[in-house]
């Protein structure tokens, strides 16, 4: 389980997330990018700056 690291809270990977993925804080809402490592995923904060999501 990959804790939040903004807020501690438990974020759910699903079983077909794929690299570079974006999942959400349930609880903060924090982005954060999937990434693979040996052992699984690790969670990065998400690259929002400079970036254009159209709102
Ligand atoms: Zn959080």
Do not use: H
Request: charged share 30%; aromatic share 6%; glycine share 8%.
């Amino acid at each position: 389980m990959i804790k939040c690291t903004e807020c501690d809270a438990e974020i759910k990977i699903p079983d077909d997330a794929m690299e570079n993925e974006i999942v959400t804080c349930p609880d903060c809402g924090a982005s954060y990018e999937l990434i693979k490592s040996s052992n699984g995923f690790t969670i990065r904060p998400a690259q929002s700056v400079g970036e254009d999501w159209g709102e």
